[in-house]
């Protein structure tokens, strides 16, 4: 496994200013993580992760797109953060 930089601190939040009753919310009916790779046959070598999210029962989704490990740690720090406010720090 390659060594990589840790990010050695959560990125800030920046919900809390957010209102989010104004902007539309959509059902989830499933979410899925995958690898995605340019070439249509799927068998190429990976370059992203993505994250898809189906709503309205199948007809539509959302793709989270994620093109560098960083990005990815960044998010997983975000998501700690959030959970650690909600519903406790964990201890490891």
């Known amino acids: 496994m390659p060594n990589r930089p840790k990010i050695q601190t959560i990125p800030p939040s920046h919900s ?3 209102n989010l009753d104004e902007k539309p919310h959509f059902a989830l ?5 995958c690898e995605w790779t340019p070439q249509r046959d799927g068998k190429g070598t990976p370059e992203q992760v993505h ?3 189906d709503v309205a029962e199948g ?3 959302f ?3 994620f ?3 960083r990005s990815i740690d960044e998010f997983i720090g975000l998501l700690q953060r959030h ?3 909600v519903f406790g720090s964990v201890s490891s």
Do not use: H, I
């Open 16 to 18: 809390a200013d957010e």
């Open 29 to 33: 009916d499933n979410y899925s993580v």
């Open 51 to 53: 994250v898809v999210f």
């Open 59 to 61: 007809a539509m989704a």
């Open 63 to 65: 793709v989270m797109a």
């Open 67 to 69: 093109k560098s490990e």
């Open 83 to 85: 959970r650690n406010g």
